[in-house]
Protein backbone atom coordinates (compact mmCIF):
# COMPACT_ATOMS: atom_id res chain seq x y z
CA UNK A 1 0.00 0.00 0.00
CA UNK A 2 0.64 3.30 -0.93
CA UNK A 3 0.15 6.75 0.62
CA UNK A 4 0.56 9.72 -1.50
CA UNK A 5 -0.03 13.14 -0.37
CA UNK A 6 -0.78 16.31 -3.31
CA UNK A 7 0.35 19.03 -2.01
CA UNK A 8 -0.12 22.91 -3.69
CA UNK A 9 -0.97 26.44 -3.67
CA UNK A 10 -3.77 28.42 -5.38
CA UNK A 11 -4.18 32.42 -4.48
CA UNK A 12 -7.60 31.74 -4.01
CA UNK A 13 -6.90 31.21 -0.56
CA UNK A 14 -5.48 34.37 0.58
CA UNK A 15 -9.09 35.89 -0.35
CA UNK A 16 -10.23 37.01 3.68
CA UNK A 17 -13.28 34.04 5.09
CA UNK A 18 -12.75 31.00 2.89
CA UNK A 19 -10.00 29.19 5.06
CA UNK A 20 -9.11 28.10 8.18
CA UNK A 21 -5.18 26.41 6.93
CA UNK A 22 -3.61 29.05 8.80
CA UNK A 23 -3.78 32.18 11.49
CA UNK A 24 -4.03 34.50 8.86
CA UNK A 25 -4.91 34.04 4.94
CA UNK A 26 -1.01 34.96 3.90
CA UNK A 27 -0.11 31.75 6.56
CA UNK A 28 -1.90 29.38 4.38
CA UNK A 29 1.06 29.03 1.63
CA UNK A 30 3.46 27.75 4.67
CA UNK A 31 0.59 25.33 5.10
CA UNK A 32 1.30 22.15 2.36
CA UNK A 33 5.10 22.25 2.41
CA UNK A 34 4.87 22.23 7.12
CA UNK A 35 1.88 19.42 6.16
CA UNK A 36 4.42 17.20 4.10
CA UNK A 37 6.98 17.76 6.74
CA UNK A 38 4.71 16.36 9.84
CA UNK A 39 3.54 13.29 7.91
CA UNK A 40 7.12 12.30 6.72
CA UNK A 41 9.15 14.01 10.29
CA UNK A 42 6.48 14.30 12.89
CA UNK A 43 6.98 18.30 12.66
CA UNK A 44 7.92 21.19 10.83
CA UNK A 45 11.63 21.57 9.83
CA UNK A 46 11.45 24.27 6.81
CA UNK A 47 8.20 25.32 7.46
CA UNK A 48 8.27 28.11 10.84
CA UNK A 49 5.35 25.91 12.80
CA UNK A 50 2.38 23.85 12.84
CA UNK A 51 -0.72 25.14 10.66
CA UNK A 52 -3.23 25.90 13.06
CA UNK A 53 -6.53 26.96 12.29
CA UNK A 54 -7.48 31.19 13.19
CA UNK A 55 -8.42 29.86 17.15
CA UNK A 56 -5.72 27.18 17.35
CA UNK A 57 -7.35 24.04 15.97
CA UNK A 58 -3.87 21.99 14.55
CA UNK A 59 -3.71 20.75 10.93
CA UNK A 60 -5.20 17.55 9.67
CA UNK A 61 -1.65 16.45 9.04
CA UNK A 62 -0.99 15.79 12.91
CA UNK A 63 -3.68 12.84 13.09
CA UNK A 64 -2.16 11.60 9.84
CA UNK A 65 1.05 11.11 10.93
CA UNK A 66 -0.12 10.18 14.58
CA UNK A 67 -1.72 7.53 12.56
CA UNK A 68 1.51 6.25 10.42
CA UNK A 69 3.04 6.22 13.60
CA UNK A 70 0.50 3.19 14.90
CA UNK A 71 0.18 1.52 11.50
CA UNK A 72 3.04 1.79 9.30
CA UNK A 73 3.00 2.79 5.58
CA UNK A 74 5.13 3.95 3.05
CA UNK A 75 4.32 7.45 1.44
CA UNK A 76 5.27 9.72 -1.67
CA UNK A 77 4.64 12.97 -1.30
CA UNK A 78 3.48 14.73 -4.83
CA UNK A 79 4.36 18.58 -5.39
CA UNK A 80 2.04 20.38 -7.90
CA UNK A 81 2.91 24.01 -7.29
CA UNK A 82 4.38 25.27 -3.94
CA UNK A 83 4.60 28.60 -2.86
CA UNK A 84 7.23 27.38 0.29
CA UNK A 85 10.12 24.84 0.00
CA UNK A 86 9.58 21.31 2.08
CA UNK A 87 12.50 19.88 3.58
CA UNK A 88 10.03 16.52 2.52
CA UNK A 89 11.67 14.53 -1.04
CA UNK A 90 8.74 15.39 -3.11
CA UNK A 91 7.89 14.35 -7.01
CA UNK A 92 7.34 17.18 -9.00
CA UNK A 93 4.39 17.31 -11.40
CA UNK A 94 4.24 20.91 -11.27
CA UNK A 95 6.00 23.95 -10.01
CA UNK A 96 3.79 26.95 -10.26
CA UNK A 97 0.67 27.62 -7.80
CA UNK A 98 -2.57 28.31 -9.14
CA UNK A 99 -4.12 31.77 -9.84
CA UNK A 100 -7.04 33.38 -8.29
CA UNK A 101 -10.41 31.57 -9.40
CA UNK A 102 -11.31 34.86 -10.74
CA UNK A 103 -8.80 34.87 -13.41
CA UNK A 104 -8.95 33.72 -16.83
CA UNK A 105 -7.12 29.87 -16.65
CA UNK A 106 -5.93 29.81 -12.74
CA UNK A 107 -4.53 26.32 -13.82
CA UNK A 108 -3.02 26.78 -17.34
CA UNK A 109 -0.87 23.93 -17.78
CA UNK A 110 -3.65 21.41 -16.19
CA UNK A 111 -3.19 19.10 -18.81
CA UNK A 112 1.03 18.70 -18.30
CA UNK A 113 0.39 18.15 -14.34
CA UNK A 114 -2.31 15.27 -15.03
CA UNK A 115 0.26 13.09 -17.83
CA UNK A 116 3.33 13.84 -15.25
CA UNK A 117 1.16 12.29 -12.53
CA UNK A 118 -0.58 9.77 -14.82
CA UNK A 119 2.53 8.73 -15.22
CA UNK A 120 3.53 8.94 -11.77
CA UNK A 121 0.38 6.33 -11.02
CA UNK A 122 1.32 4.04 -13.78
CA UNK A 123 4.61 3.61 -12.05
CA UNK A 124 3.63 2.00 -8.76
CA UNK A 125 4.08 -1.30 -7.96
CA UNK A 126 1.06 -1.65 -5.09
CA UNK A 127 -1.94 -3.36 -4.36
CA UNK A 128 -3.79 -0.27 -2.85
CA UNK A 129 -2.80 3.83 -3.65
CA UNK A 130 -4.80 5.70 -0.69
CA UNK A 131 -4.39 9.54 -2.15
CA UNK A 132 -4.52 12.69 0.43
CA UNK A 133 -4.00 16.33 -0.52
CA UNK A 134 -3.31 19.54 1.52
CA UNK A 135 -4.13 22.93 -0.42
CA UNK A 136 -6.04 25.86 1.27
CA UNK A 137 -8.85 27.46 -0.67
CA UNK A 138 -9.50 23.68 -2.11
CA UNK A 139 -13.07 23.09 -1.41
CA UNK A 140 -13.59 26.26 -3.28
CA UNK A 141 -12.00 25.73 -6.40
CA UNK A 142 -13.32 22.20 -5.80
CA UNK A 143 -16.90 23.91 -5.95
CA UNK A 144 -15.64 25.74 -9.62
CA UNK A 145 -14.68 22.52 -11.01
CA UNK A 146 -18.12 20.77 -9.82
CA UNK A 147 -20.49 24.04 -10.91
CA UNK A 148 -18.35 23.47 -14.24
CA UNK A 149 -18.80 20.05 -15.02
CA UNK A 150 -22.54 20.28 -14.16
CA UNK A 151 -22.17 18.31 -10.73
CA UNK A 152 -25.00 19.93 -8.20
CA UNK A 153 -22.95 19.62 -5.13
CA UNK A 154 -22.11 21.86 -2.33
CA UNK A 155 -18.73 21.35 -0.41
CA UNK A 156 -17.70 21.49 2.56
CA UNK A 157 -15.23 24.43 4.92
CA UNK A 158 -12.16 23.94 7.05
CA UNK A 159 -14.46 26.83 8.97
CA UNK A 160 -16.91 25.96 11.62
CA UNK A 161 -19.27 28.36 9.84
CA UNK A 162 -19.64 27.26 5.96
CA UNK A 163 -19.09 30.19 3.50
CA UNK A 164 -21.10 28.57 1.02
CA UNK A 165 -22.41 31.96 -0.48
CA UNK A 166 -19.11 33.55 -0.58
CA UNK A 167 -17.89 30.89 -2.38
CA UNK A 168 -20.20 30.60 -4.89
CA UNK A 169 -19.84 34.42 -5.36
CA UNK A 170 -15.84 33.46 -6.38
CA UNK A 171 -17.45 30.80 -8.48
CA UNK A 172 -19.60 32.96 -10.23
CA UNK A 173 -16.80 35.38 -10.65
CA UNK A 174 -14.56 32.66 -12.24
CA UNK A 175 -17.06 31.50 -14.68
CA UNK A 176 -17.39 34.86 -15.92
CA UNK A 177 -14.04 35.52 -16.49
CA UNK A 178 -13.67 32.20 -18.23
CA UNK A 179 -16.78 33.12 -20.30
CA UNK A 180 -18.30 30.08 -19.22
CA UNK A 181 -21.81 28.43 -17.70
CA UNK A 182 -22.31 25.70 -15.08
CA UNK A 183 -21.98 22.48 -16.87
CA UNK A 184 -20.49 23.60 -20.03
CA UNK A 185 -17.76 21.28 -19.33
CA UNK A 186 -19.29 18.28 -18.81
CA UNK A 187 -17.40 15.62 -19.79
CA UNK A 188 -14.12 17.72 -20.28
CA UNK A 189 -12.51 17.07 -17.08
CA UNK A 190 -9.37 18.97 -17.35
CA UNK A 191 -10.46 21.95 -19.20
CA UNK A 192 -12.81 22.57 -15.96
CA UNK A 193 -9.33 22.12 -13.99
CA UNK A 194 -8.15 25.10 -16.33
CA UNK A 195 -10.52 27.52 -15.95
CA UNK A 196 -11.99 26.96 -12.23
CA UNK A 197 -9.68 24.34 -10.21
CA UNK A 198 -6.31 24.68 -8.46
CA UNK A 199 -2.93 22.72 -8.95
CA UNK A 200 -3.55 19.62 -6.85
CA UNK A 201 -6.52 18.69 -9.13
CA UNK A 202 -4.60 17.80 -11.92
CA UNK A 203 -2.39 15.76 -10.02
CA UNK A 204 -4.55 13.56 -7.84
CA UNK A 205 -6.89 13.12 -10.98
CA UNK A 206 -3.34 12.15 -12.86
CA UNK A 207 -2.73 9.71 -9.88
CA UNK A 208 -6.13 8.19 -9.88
CA UNK A 209 -6.43 7.45 -13.69
CA UNK A 210 -2.74 5.97 -13.77
CA UNK A 211 -3.27 3.68 -10.59
CA UNK A 212 -6.20 2.84 -12.49
CA UNK A 213 -4.53 2.20 -15.49
CA UNK A 214 -2.06 -0.55 -13.73
CA UNK A 215 -5.23 -1.82 -12.25
CA UNK A 216 -4.20 -0.42 -8.38
CA UNK A 217 -7.06 -0.15 -6.27
CA UNK A 218 -7.91 3.68 -5.47
CA UNK A 219 -8.89 5.53 -2.37
CA UNK A 220 -9.13 8.96 -2.58
CA UNK A 221 -9.09 10.21 1.29
CA UNK A 222 -10.75 13.26 2.28
CA UNK A 223 -13.88 14.85 1.90
CA UNK A 224 -15.37 17.28 -0.95
CA UNK A 225 -12.54 18.11 -2.70
CA UNK A 226 -11.75 14.06 -3.28
CA UNK A 227 -15.45 13.59 -4.34
CA UNK A 228 -14.52 16.25 -7.23
CA UNK A 229 -11.21 14.43 -8.17
CA UNK A 230 -13.44 11.54 -8.25
CA UNK A 231 -16.45 13.32 -10.28
CA UNK A 232 -13.48 14.49 -12.27
CA UNK A 233 -12.42 10.90 -12.94
CA UNK A 234 -15.89 9.61 -13.41
CA UNK A 235 -15.95 12.78 -16.33
CA UNK A 236 -12.74 11.40 -17.44
CA UNK A 237 -14.45 8.06 -18.22
CA UNK A 238 -13.09 5.96 -15.14
CA UNK A 239 -15.86 2.95 -14.38
CA UNK A 240 -13.93 0.98 -12.12
CA UNK A 241 -14.84 1.38 -8.32
CA UNK A 242 -13.33 4.56 -6.37
CA UNK A 243 -13.57 4.25 -3.02
CA UNK A 244 -13.99 7.64 -0.84
CA UNK A 245 -13.02 7.69 3.19
CA UNK A 246 -13.63 10.79 4.74
CA UNK A 247 -14.47 12.16 8.62
CA UNK A 248 -17.91 12.44 10.36
CA UNK A 249 -16.55 16.44 10.66
CA UNK A 250 -17.39 16.55 6.67
CA UNK A 251 -20.54 14.52 6.72
CA UNK A 252 -22.34 16.10 9.38
CA UNK A 253 -20.93 19.77 7.65
CA UNK A 254 -22.05 18.05 4.09
CA UNK A 255 -25.66 16.50 3.64
CA UNK A 256 -25.15 15.85 -0.33
CA UNK A 257 -21.99 13.79 0.60
CA UNK A 258 -24.09 10.56 0.27
CA UNK A 259 -26.46 11.57 -2.58
CA UNK A 260 -22.90 12.44 -4.64
CA UNK A 261 -21.21 9.12 -3.41
CA UNK A 262 -24.32 7.07 -4.75
CA UNK A 263 -24.88 8.93 -8.25
CA UNK A 264 -21.04 8.93 -8.94
CA UNK A 265 -20.84 5.42 -7.68
CA UNK A 266 -17.96 5.64 -4.87
CA UNK A 267 -17.77 3.70 -2.17
CA UNK A 268 -18.04 5.70 0.35
CA UNK A 269 -16.59 4.72 4.14
CA UNK A 270 -17.05 7.78 6.92
CA UNK A 271 -15.20 7.40 10.08
CA UNK A 272 -15.75 8.79 13.45
CA UNK A 273 -12.45 9.09 15.85
CA UNK A 274 -14.43 10.19 18.98
CA UNK A 275 -12.60 13.15 19.60
CA UNK A 276 -15.96 14.21 21.48
CA UNK A 277 -14.45 12.18 23.73
CA UNK A 278 -11.65 14.33 25.01
CA UNK A 279 -10.80 18.00 25.82
CA UNK A 280 -7.47 18.45 24.83
CA UNK A 281 -6.51 21.39 22.31
CA UNK A 282 -5.53 18.79 19.72
CA UNK A 283 -8.82 17.71 19.43
CA UNK A 284 -11.50 19.54 20.49
CA UNK A 285 -11.01 21.99 17.49
CA UNK A 286 -12.47 19.21 15.00
CA UNK A 287 -15.26 18.81 16.99
CA UNK A 288 -16.67 22.32 16.68
CA UNK A 289 -16.17 22.44 13.24
CA UNK A 290 -12.94 23.14 12.57
CA UNK A 291 -10.70 21.89 9.35
CA UNK A 292 -12.63 18.45 9.60
CA UNK A 293 -10.72 16.55 6.51
CA UNK A 294 -7.70 16.98 4.70
CA UNK A 295 -3.94 15.42 4.58
CA UNK A 296 -5.41 12.12 3.95
CA UNK A 297 -7.07 12.35 7.32
CA UNK A 298 -10.00 10.11 6.24
CA UNK A 299 -8.08 7.82 4.71
CA UNK A 300 -5.75 7.59 7.82
CA UNK A 301 -8.57 7.00 10.12
CA UNK A 302 -9.96 4.05 7.74
CA UNK A 303 -6.46 2.86 8.05
CA UNK A 304 -6.31 2.53 11.93
CA UNK A 305 -9.89 1.56 12.16
CA UNK A 306 -8.96 -1.71 9.26
CA UNK A 307 -5.97 -2.55 11.55
CA UNK A 308 -7.77 -2.60 14.95
CA UNK A 309 -6.56 0.42 16.34
CA UNK A 310 -8.89 1.95 19.10
CA UNK A 311 -10.18 5.05 19.03
CA UNK A 312 -8.76 5.71 22.49
CA UNK A 313 -5.15 4.53 21.64
CA UNK A 314 -5.82 6.69 18.43
CA UNK A 315 -6.61 9.68 20.58
CA UNK A 316 -3.82 9.42 23.14
CA UNK A 317 -0.98 8.80 19.83
CA UNK A 318 -2.55 12.44 18.76
CA UNK A 319 -2.11 14.30 21.76
CA UNK A 320 1.06 12.73 22.23
CA UNK A 321 2.49 13.87 19.00
CA UNK A 322 0.12 17.28 19.47
CA UNK A 323 2.96 17.81 22.41
CA UNK A 324 6.26 16.83 20.93
CA UNK A 325 5.19 19.11 18.28
CA UNK A 326 4.39 21.99 20.59
CA UNK A 327 6.60 21.60 23.64
CA UNK A 328 9.57 19.65 21.51
CA UNK A 329 12.64 21.35 20.95
Known amino acids: MKFAVVVGSTETATIEGISAAGAVP ?5 TPAADLEIVEYGKPVFAP ?4 SPTGCPTPALITRAVREL ?3 DTVAVESGLVTESATPTVTVGDKPGADIRSN ?6 TERFERARA ?3 ALNDEELIIGESIPGGTTTALGVLTALGEPYNVSSSLPENPIERKQELVNAGLEASSIEAGALAGEPLKAITLMGDPVLPAVLGLTVGANERGIDVMLAGGTQMVTAGALARHFGVQDELRVATTV ?3 DDTPELHQASDELAFDLTVTDPGFDQSSHDALTGFCRGEAKEGVGMGGALALADRNGVSDKEL ?11 TDGP
Not at 315 to 325: L, M, S, T
Request: proline share 9%; hydrophobic share 45%.
Open 26 to 30: EATYH
Open 249 to 251: FVA
Open 71 to 73: VSF
Open 49 to 52: QMPV
Open 120 to 122: VGR
Open 315 to 325: RQQIVRRYEAV
Open 105 to 110: KPVPDA
